[in-house]
């Protein structure tokens, strides 16, 4: 079965502290990655996306994520968190031919001063 | 160039009433997605439409629930009869190519919150 899995739903850290948010994913054809973040009562924005070559890719705001093909996952990493951070955020994965996005469950980033 | 526009942002509805959720897709974005955002869950998806067609209702509830994209105008989500179960944030998104083939992101709406009293 297809799935995407978020193990921790929600993350605390510090400011400046480093943070990796895990998605782990099941699936027996290609994949497309996506990390979408959503800030309070807002849509969701596009963080960055993995569809094919270098297996880590970076958003403009330090964030980064790497496929991993053998561990099946794309978890997202950042170096230095700020405030600004604090941040719901889902991975989602377009299975082979597929239209539709799966997600994960979502894991809440709360940034504590 | 203005992004996915959703219109309520908030719905409040009775049982049994009829809940309508519209979405304008971007400018020049011809595919649009509704995905359903139970409390504490992630997104869901419900159906993926084309100008006037339904191309994938996988996701869409066999009752109750209706999705269009006419030619001209806002995609509609309709949900006849609401029950408390049906209380969640509905997302529209849009692209404009096929995802799977050009690997497109999906733009998203701010959301409609639906709360079915």
């Known amino acids: 079965a297809q799935s995407v899995t978020q193990l921790d739903s929600q993350v605390p850290v510090f400011e400046e502290a480093p943070v990796e948010l895990r998605c782990n994913y099941s699936s027996s054809v290609s994949v497309y990655l996506f990390w979408y973040v959503q800030y309070p009562n807002q849509g969701l924005q596009l963080l960055l996306k993995y569809l094919s070559g270098s297996t880590l890719v970076e958003s403009i705001n330090g964030f980064e994520a790497e496929f991993n093909k053998s561990q099946t996952s794309f978890h997202l990493r950042k170096p230095s968190v700020h405030i600004s951070d604090t941040a719901e955020y889902f991975c989602a994965v377009s299975f082979q031919g597929a239209q539709k996005l799966v997600f994960g469950q979502g894991t809440r980033l709360t940034i504590n001063p | 160039n203005a992004g996915v526009m959703q219109n309520p942002r908030h719905l409040v509805r009775r049982r049994g009433q009829e809940a309508r959720l519209r979405c304008s897709p971007m400018?020049?974005?011809?595919?649009v997605y509704w995905y359903r955002q139970l409390p504490e869950e992630g997104l869901k998806f419900m159906v993926y439409?084309?100008?006037?067609?339904?191309?994938?209702e996988s996701g869409m509830p066999k009752e109750r629930f209706s999705a269009e994209f006419p030619k001209e105008g806002p995609s509609i989500l309709r949900i006849q009869q609401v029950v408390r179960g049906d209380s969640a944030a509905y997302f529209c998104?849009?692209?404009?190519?096929?995802?799977?083939?050009?690997?497109?992101?999906?733009?998203f709406g701010p959301g409609t919150r639906l709360t079915v009293l």
């Open positions: 998104a849009s692209s404009p190519h096929l995802l799977a083939l050009e690997g497109n992101e999906q733009f």
């Open positions: 439409l084309q100008k006037e067609n339904i191309i994938d």
């Open positions: 400018k020049g974005h011809s595919h």
